[in-house]
């Protein structure tokens, strides 16, 4: 793979492994090793704010798996646009929606250069279907929506499946969190969706606060919301059942047992239609 071919830049990659990034931080909650010490020791002083961080984490991509699978086996989707993709944890978005049909296409967006590094193995396609990458920013909207790679892999004229998942809480209300979303899902047609996983201070705000702070003293922004304004971001949307709920619940598997607290997951999870 030819880096700079893949990102539409140059191929001098600046790793800047002495800053932590959220997908390494992402990376050694789940139990990766694709990660440094800066992410490594904000990871752990995030946990000493919030001890239940991993089990977030967990929920959180369960709750992507089970998304995808309902998305590409229920939904007939055969597109998505991952962005926010962060580094590949089995099993990724191309894995269970391929799963179901072989032909689906996978593009995934990410702007964190080890992520780049590491897209060889995410685009591990079917032979029917595709998986691509861009590296682009989420708040460049105009970048992703134009990226060569997105549009030879995605035709934006049939129904996409928008993913984000963990990533809108690293937007700040300055930043036009509802305008990005809005601008996305504007480009794609009708019969489309949106799953958003987003974290919430809801259930226990000083653990949140804390783990915000750290964030924060690092040079990261986390901006944990309420249910209401989670919600928010489904606007003109048909939600598909049971709504938003903590991730853990929402369409849960059928083998699940002793489900985390809501409070552990401090997670909402949602999946909606553009009509």
């Known amino acids: 793979m030819d880096p700079g ?3 539409g830049g140059s191929a001098t ?5 002495d800053l932590p990034h959220p997908a390494r931080i992402y990376d050694y909650l789940l139990g990766g090793k694709d990660n440094f010490a800066a992410d490594r020791a904000a990871a752990e002083e995030a946990l000493r704010a919030n001890p239940d961080g991993r089990i977030s984490c967990r929920e959180n991509r369960a709750f992507l798996q089970r998304a995808v699978h309902y998305l590409a086996a229920e939904a007939d989707i055969r597109q998505f646009l991952d962005i926010g993709a962060g580094l590949p944890t089995s099993r990724n978005v191309h894995e269970v929606a391929q799963a179901v049909t072989p032909d689906a296409r996978i593009v995934y967006v990410d702007n964190d250069p080890i992520v780049l590094t590491h897209a060889r193995a995410l685009l591990t396609s079917t032979s029917a279907g595709k998986a691509a990458y861009v590296d682009a920013d989420l708040r460049d909207v105009d970048r992703i929506l134009n990226a060569p790679q997105l549009r030879d892999s995605l035709d934006l004229s049939q129904p996409v499946a928008l993913l984000l998942i963990a990533i809108m809480h690293f937007i700040p209300d300055q930043d036009g969190p509802y305008e990005i979303v809005k601008a996305l899902l504007d480009a794609l047609p ?10 919430s201070g809801d259930f226990d705000p000083q653990a949140w606060d804390g783990v915000a702070k750290v964030y924060a003293e690092r040079g990261m922004v986390m901006r944990v919301r309420s249910k209401a304004e989670i919600e928010r971001f489904f606007a003109g949307l048909d939600l598909v059942e049971p709504g938003v709920l903590p991730s853990a619940r929402w369409r849960p598997a059928d083998d699940q047992v002793s489900p985390p607290s809501d409070a552990a997951v401090a997670c ?8």
Do not use: F, N, P
């Open 5 to 7: 071919a893949e990102d």
């Open 13 to 17: 990659i600046d790793l800047r492994t």
């Open 190 to 199: 009708a019969g489309s969706y949106l799953a958003m996983s987003h974290l």
């Open 268 to 275: 909402y999870g949602g999946l909606a239609r553009k009509a």
